[in-house]
């Protein structure tokens, strides 16, 4: 699925494809895919070789994310290139010091220089929170700079603990007193929530914060679960709004399908991985087998003959994340069967164990 994926990126220009669902589209298709790239040789699986070409490839996406053209899109907040910028890749440069013992030196340099800054940042905010763009605060993007920090402290020993604790008193008294959950847009003045959570951003919040702080993860996955969980068919799908309340789409939701987020679906895939929900994680996989009309050429596989890459992408992610922490024996074994039901050419397709 990543080779279909960087080819895309590479030859067919498939950062163009991201601009239909995700407003930085530039910056989200090469994170997911230098992410996917991490995730594959950080899973035990990759030798010595594959790492260096792993490597490799990841650089070119570090590359791509320094184009003139895609800073100039991102001006400072407290932090330079705004905190959605400088968290993302910041975590592909985490990514490359996982992979690498000996990466160059300009990127080291870079990697502690980054984390330097949002430190820095984080501790001159009175309430622990950056702006991913001027006077925009998400608190996604606040996670993955955190996590940045907890990963350079487990590679270099450092001690950015500080910014994580006051990060999280603040979160203690934001949650959502109803559904218990994150919001999805706050000031960073403040800290006062301005948009209660979403399904699809609380999908990502879970992935980054799995590495912050793992009792907050448990309790905001079941809280996600609760409120969030929908079901299709008798296959589980995500809510991007919780059951009840106003469904509007928008350019961060994504499609919604009747009260499904697709989005939020293809990235929940991965929160519940992460979490051990292995029925839900192998559920929604299994939606995905049977309506995305998987498809394997030249090597590559494809859903939807490869016309969505952002379902490419994001389902290439889901099956691995860093740091590297294997999933239990039976979800290693968990895979795809297909088999015949009759002598006809109709296929029916399971999750098994």
């Known amino acids: 699925m990543l080779r279909f994926v960087g080819d895309q990126l590479r030859n067919h220009n498939g950062a163009e494809q991201f601009e239909k669902f995700l407003p930085e589209a530039g910056i989200v298709a090469y994170m997911i895919y230098g992410e996917g790239l991490v995730n594959v040789g950080v899973a035990g699986h990759a030798d010595a ?31 330079p290139n705004g905190l959605f910028l400088l ?6 440069l985490a990514g490359l010091h996982l992979l690498s013992n000996s990466p160059l030196w ?5 990697y502690h220089d980054n984390c330097d800054a949002m430190v820095e940042a984080f501790e001159l905010s009175e309430r ?11 608190p996604v993007d606040n996670l993955a700079a955190l996590r940045c920090l907890r990963l350079h402290d487990e590679k270099f020993g450092t001690n950015y603990g500080s910014a994580v604790e006051k990060w999280k008193k603040w979160a203690e008294g934001a949650v959502d007193p109803k559904y218990g959950t994150l919001p999805f847009y706050v000031s960073s003045r403040t800290g006062e929530p301005l948009a209660p959570g ?18 907050l993860f448990r309790e905001q996955y079941r809280a996600f679960r609760e ?42 895939t991965t929160s ?5 929900d292995l029925a839900t994680f192998c559920n929604q996989m299994g939606l995905i087998e049977a309506i995305a009309l998987p498809s394997t050429k030249n090597g590559m596989r494809r859903y939807l003959r490869g016309r969505v890459l952002l379902l ?8 691995w994340r860093f740091p590297g922490r294997r999933a239990p024996a039976r979800f290693r074994n968990c895979r795809v069967r297909r088999r015949a039901r009759s002598s006809s050419s109709r296929r029916s397709w399971r999750f098994r164990f």
């Open 49 to 79: 070789l594959k790492r260096m070409r792993l490597a490799k490839e990841i650089g070119w996406c570090l590359d791509k994310l320094s184009d003139a053209d895609v800073l100039k899109n991102f001006p400072d907040t407290q932090v």
């Open 87 to 92: 968290s993302r890749r910041t975590l592909l």
């Open 106 to 110: 300009e990127l080291t340099e870079e």
């Open 128 to 138: 622990g929170l950056l702006d991913s763009f001027p006077d925009f605060c998400w």
């Open 198 to 215: 979403r399904g699809s951003s609380l999908a990502l919040s879970l992935i980054e914060l799995r590495d912050v702080d793992q009792q």
């Open 227 to 268: 409120h969030f969980g929908n079901s299709f068919l008798g296959l589980r799908t995500w809510r991007e709004y919780p059951e009840g309340t106003d469904s509007e789409t928008d350019i961060d939701t994504g499609p919604i399908i009747h009260g499904h987020g697709v989005l939020a679906t293809l990235i929940g």
């Open 272 to 276: 519940a991985n992460l979490a051990g």
């Open 312 to 319: 490419d992408a994001l389902a290439a992610y889901g099956m």
